[in-house]
Structure formats: C-alpha cells, structure tokens
C-alpha cells in the first residue's frame, strides 16, 4: 500500500487489475434479469439458502450437473429447467428472468420472443419463449427448432403432458422406443413422462409449436 501511494505508475497499474477483475466477475450483484440461467440459477439457490446437495436432491439432478450450468459450462434442456423452476417455486419464465406482470393476460409480440437454449449449445435444440411474462399459468409455449441430428443418445422425460404442432419442415420424433415422422400441418399430443427427442428431417430447420404442461407452482 505504501509502495502504491509513493508511485502513481504502480497505483495506475493496481487500478487497472482491479478494474478488469470486477468487470469480468461471471455473477453481479442484485436481481438476475440481465444475467444468464446459470447465473440466474445461483442466484435463486443463494436466495433460498440452498446448497448444491440440496437443490440436487430436489431436482433429482446430479451435483456435478448443477454446477456445470450455473458455470455455464452446460445449457439446460426444458425438462432440466422445468425440474430447476419446481425446486424454487417458480414458474421457468421466471427462472429465465422474464419480466412477471400480475394478471390473466400476456402478449408477446414477434420481436420480443426470447431464445432460452442457443444453437449449438450440448442438446442442440433452440427454444423461443411464447408466454414467459405470465406469471400464473398452467402449460408453456414454445417455438422449438430441434437439431439436425441428435448430439447424443439422451432421451428427455419430465411430468404433465406435451403437444407438437409442425410450423414447417418435417421432424422425427422419438417416444418411448418408436419413431413417428410428422411433416408441416401434423400434431402429436402425448404424456411426457414417456423418453422423448426430436429432431429436424432434411437439410432445413423445422419448426414446430410445443405446448407443455405441468410447469407451474401450482403443481404438486
């Protein structure tokens, strides 16, 4: 300290360090609007004085998992989200950090949809919210993109029931051990606690209308 007030080059220098220190911290202070869901999943876990054993038991999701996407090492699927948004008591729009406005109505207009997992990320679907302000609800929409091929052998299963309606292209969806080919116009409504994937038929994205159940807190 004193070497550091004698010389203005070496206080200049300690600024500097503590500057990019602070500016490349991965988790800020306060609310978690602005910051990724790993960041928004810690955050929530620290407010509710959780451990990552404790969350990881509730979930039913490995330690190990956990942290990786608060680290943002992984990206969580929507099952993985939907078990994370049910041990907090919240719905997933919030665990995304969607703005929550009291009451029964929700409009999201086109350019206000948010992408909640990127292309290329560990599962390689992509997902754009369609309700996520709604803050009491019973089922989430989504616009879903699946892959062009599946990145692993990971089948999805979760509670509640989902509903598939093809917006474009042509789609495989995998369900409980059987394949089913579903083209622009077809829907396909099932009970998702059955091992679950789907992925895009061609060269093109397809996309496709997916409603799911089960998500809210007032679920058991």
Known sequence: MV???????????????KQRVSQS??????????????????????????TLDHLSGLSNLTKSFVSKIERGVSVPSISTAMKLAESFDITVGQLLGEDNHEGAISIVRKSE?????????????DYEMLAGPKQFK????????PPLKFQDKRL??????????????SIEVELSGKKFRLN?????????????????????????????????????
């Open 3 to 17: 070497l550091h007030a004698l010389n203005p080059a070496l206080r200049k220098k300690a600024d500097k360090k």
């Open 25 to 50: 911290s991965p988790v800020s202070r306060g609310k978690p609007e602005n910051q990724g869901i790993g960041a928004r999943i810690r955050f929530f876990r620290k407010q509710r004085n959780m």
């Open 113 to 125: 949809r948010r992408s909640f997992m990127r292309a290329g990320s560990s599962s390689g679907y």
């Open 138 to 145: 019973s089922m989430e929409p989504y616009i879903m993109q």
């Open 156 to 169: 999805f299963e979760h509670v509640g029931e989902e509903f598939m309606f093809v917006l474009s292209g």
């Open 184 to 220: 622009s116009g077809d829907v396909l409504y099932f009970d998702s606690h059955l091992p679950h994937r789907t992925r895009s038929l061609g060269n093109k994205y397809a996309k496709v209308l997916v409603v799911v159940t089960g998500t809210t807190n007032s679920q058991s």
